[in-house]
């Protein structure tokens, strides 16, 4: 009777330590962060008008963008800030479309405006250091070409900037463009959606305040220029230019970087699974890619000092326990753990993690009260909260291949597809199978 009572508790423990990993890891920090912006919105900070508005530096690196760019122009012209105020510089990385000729149509029609176009090496990178030269600017910000601004993002950037003299950069809000989510919404879509407002106006929100900000937005950031002009430019050897510049400001430099929630960039929405799954391997490896060289300022003695190293724990280490767990809930089964406990724990992981995005849910409410037409739009959105652990899921796998990718291919901008990916897992299952049938014909 003893020996059977221990092997139960021994392994409802076994299982318990299981369940406790996404629970300890992910759902009690979140559930905190979410109190924490709750209560640090009662209390906004006010900003006030400078005196004298300064001359900012818009950079956009353009690669065949003519089917969004004009749209992007428009959206600096018709902002709030004062055009006279606005320098526009298009680096263009070698287009092979028609992007010279919507640039020269641009120049035409916003002919009040300070627009210019550069010729530049092609990468990302090259293009904003050669473009970051030609700034004129007190404050040089970087979107990309197939987005738009909100009317008061550069207004809203400028001022945070002026209120807080400790800031030397900023990163945006990034939100995919609701207009093209009613007219080709998908449950994909919707998703990302909801994980964007999550990430940026409460995840980054946290992070911004404790000045812990992981990674500067590719699609919209801002620096003061003495700032980056201090730094090395942008590292055209990475994939994730944009978190190595978080971390010469921050880690290098000993400057802040923060988030301005109210100025926002809208993105064309993410097309299918394909789409996603090469855009969140190209942001992992970037990621990897930055720690790597970083890696030799981090101790794991520094847990509980350094945020950095509690990150790359947490963020990157705990992605594999997370699919073991998953793997390991198979193996169970064959050890006779309950299916019914197992499902129950299953459950109320799951309710729990819904729990999370409804908390997150109201903090991205709050935090949208300046803008009613994308609050009016999110709030109908609550029930993607039900799918959305699945979508999370679903990232953090991927990611997880990224990682091993990281490990065994060179890096690219452009990574394998998902389908060349299942193609040569399943080649491999196959020929692994005809090697194993040829060996058993040989032994008979």
């Avoid at 301005?260 to 992992?284: D, G, H, K, T, V």
């Avoid at 947490?314 to 198979?330: G, K, Q, V, Y």
């Amino acid at each position: 009777m003893s020996y059977w009572l221990n092997l139960t508790i021994f392994k409802m423990g076994f299982w318990l330590t299981w369940a406790l990993i996404p629970i300890v890891v992910e759902i009690i920090p979140s559930v905190v962060s979410s109190f924490r912006i709750l209560i640090q919105n009662m209390h906004p900070k006010n900003m006030t008008m400078p005196a004298k508005m300064p001359m900012i530096s818009v950079l956009i690196p353009v690669h065949n963008s003519e089917k969004t760019l004009f749209n992007c122009i428009k959206s600096i012209h018709d902002s709030t800030y004062p055009k006279e105020l606005i320098q526009v510089v298009l680096a263009d990385n070698q287009s092979t479309d028609d992007s010279f000729q919507v640039f020269a149509h641009a120049q035409n029609i916003f002919s009040d405006m300070n627009l210019r176009l550069i010729h530049t090496e092609k990468g990302k990178a090259e293009a904003l250091n050669a473009a970051l030269y030609g700034a004129i600017g007190t404050y040089i910000i970087n979107i990309d070409s197939d987005g738009v601004l909100e009317k008061n993002a550069l207004m809203n950037m400028v001022l945070q900037f002026e209120n807080d003299y400790d800031v030397a950069a900023l990163t945006g809000s990034i939100l995919p463009q609701k207009d093209l989510l009613k007219k080709h919404g998908s449950l994909l879509r919707y998703n990302e959606y909801f994980e964007y407002a999550q990430a940026f106006l409460s995840g980054r929100m946290i992070e911004s305040n404790n000045n812990q900000l992981f990674t500067m937005s590719g699609a919209f950031s801002a620096f003061r220029k003495e700032a980056v002009m201090k730094s090395f430019l942008y590292d055209i050897d990475t994939i994730g230019e944009n978190t190595d510049m978080t971390f010469q400001i921050r880690q290098r430099m000993k400057q802040k970087v923060g988030l301005c929630a109210n100025a926002f960039f809208f993105i064309e929405p993410i097309n299918n699974l394909s789409e996603l799954y090469l855009q969140r391997q190209r942001w992992q490896r970037g990621e990897v890619e930055v720690i790597h060289e970083y890696s030799q300022q981090l101790e794991m003695k520094e847990f509980f000092k350094n945020f950095m190293v509690r990150r790359l724990l947490i963020d990157h280490t705990f992605l594999f326990p997370r699919m073991i767990w998953l793997c390991a809930s198979l193996v169970l089964l064959f050890f006779r753990y309950s299916p019914v406990m197992m499902g129950m724990s299953y459950l109320i992981i799951y309710l729990l993690y819904i729990f999370v995005e409804l908390l997150n849910y109201i903090c991205v409410l709050e935090l949208l009260r300046q803008f009613p037409s994308e609050k009016k739009f999110y709030r109908k959105q609550w029930w993607v909260a039900i799918t959305f652990p699945f979508y999370n899921f679903i990232c953090s796998g991927i990611r997880l291949i990224g990682i091993i990718n990281s490990m065994t291919t060179k890096s690219g901008w452009n990574s394998k597809p998902f389908s060349t990916e299942k193609k040569q897992i399943l080649n491999i299952i196959k020929n692994d199978f005809k090697r194993n049938k040829n060996e058993e014909h040989k032994n008979e």
